[in-house]
C-alpha cells in the first residue's frame, strides 16, 4: 500500500512565476515561494534543461547559384563563400511549427544585402532583419536557397552530408537560449523565513521569450518526470523495408525531373519539398497548404509520381 503524499506541503507547490526588467531577449523570472531546499534542484534543473534541450530552427543547408563549394567565391560578391556562410548562420528564425522549410535570397548589385532580402515563407519569420548577408557591385547577383530545418541544440555540418553537388550544409544551432543563470534567495512568507526563491537570469535569440524558456523546459522535466512513476512502454521499432535500387533511385529523383509545370515544381522547392522521397513522406493536405499550390496541383503532382510507381500519402 502507498503512502498518501498529498498531505505534505512539497505535494501541493503554490509558487508563482512572474518576469520582471523584461525585454524582447532578456527578462529576470523570479520563482517564489519555495520549500526550503527546492531553489537549486529546481533552479539547477530548469538550468540545464533551457541550455540543451529546446526546440528550435536555424539554417542546415544552402545552395548558391554558381557556387559548387563553400571554398570559393562568387564574382562581385566581396565575401568569400565562406564568411557569407558565417553571417547566414547568425540568421534567428522564428516559426510556430516544428516544419522545415525553403528560404530564398534574390539580390542585384550594387547593394549591401541583408536578412531583409529574404523571401520569408511558409510561418517562418527571421527576427534579426538588419544582419548583413553580403555586398555585391554593380550588375552582379546573388541567388541562394536556404533550407531550415526544426531540431535541437546544436547540430555540425559534418553529420549532414549530401551527395549532391551544390549543397552546402552549415552546422546549426538551434537553441534559443544565449545564456542563463540563477541564484536563490531566501524569502519569507508570513512568519516562516526559510522559503526559497530562484532568480533567473535569461537572455535569449529573440524567437522566444525569457519566460516562456522556462515553461518550456518545465514540460520537458515534467515529462521525463512522469516516465519514473508511470513508465509508458517502449515500442519496438519497425525495421525499414529494404529497397531495391530501383526503388532508390526513383526516391532519389528531384521534383525537376518529374516534368511538372514549373510553377508547381517552383512552388515545392521553396516549400521544402526537393526529392520524390521528401513528397511522398508528406500527408497531401500538408503539400496542399505549400504557397501557389491547392489540390488540383497536389492531383497533378501525384499523378506524376504514379508514373513513377509511387503516390502521395494520405
Known sequence: MSQDLSQYP???????????????TQA????????????HTLGNALRRTMLTSLPGHAVSMIRIDGVDHQYTSLEGMTEDIVEFILNVKQLR??????????????????????????????????????????TLAKGKKLSAELTVEAGMGYLPATERQSSTIGDIPVDALFSPVVQVSYRVEQTRVGRRTDYDRVVFNITTDGTLRPIETVRQAARILARQMTQVYEPAAAQAEVEPAELSPQEAEVLRLTVEELDLPTRIANALRKGGFKTVGELINAERGTIAKVKNLGEKSVDVINDALGKKGVSLSE
Do not use: H
Not at 512539497?10 to 524582447?24: C, G, H, I, V
Not at 522545415?100 to 532580402?117: E, F, I, K, Q
Open 10 to 24: 512539497t505535494m501541493n507547490p503554490t509558487f508563482q512565476l512572474t518576469e520582471r526588467d523584461s525585454t524582447p
Open 28 to 39: 529576470q523570472v523570479v520563482m517564489e515561494p519555495l520549500e526550503k531546499g527546492y531553489g
Open 93 to 134: 528564425i522564428k516559426s510556430d511549427s516544428s516544419d522545415n522549410g525553403l528560404l530564398r535570397l534574390t539580390a542585384t548589385g550594387p547593394a549591401t544585402v541583408t536578412a531583409a532580402d529574404i523571401e520569408v515563407g511558409g510561418g517562418f519569420e527571421i527576427i534579426n532583419t538588419d544582419q548583413l548577408l553580403a
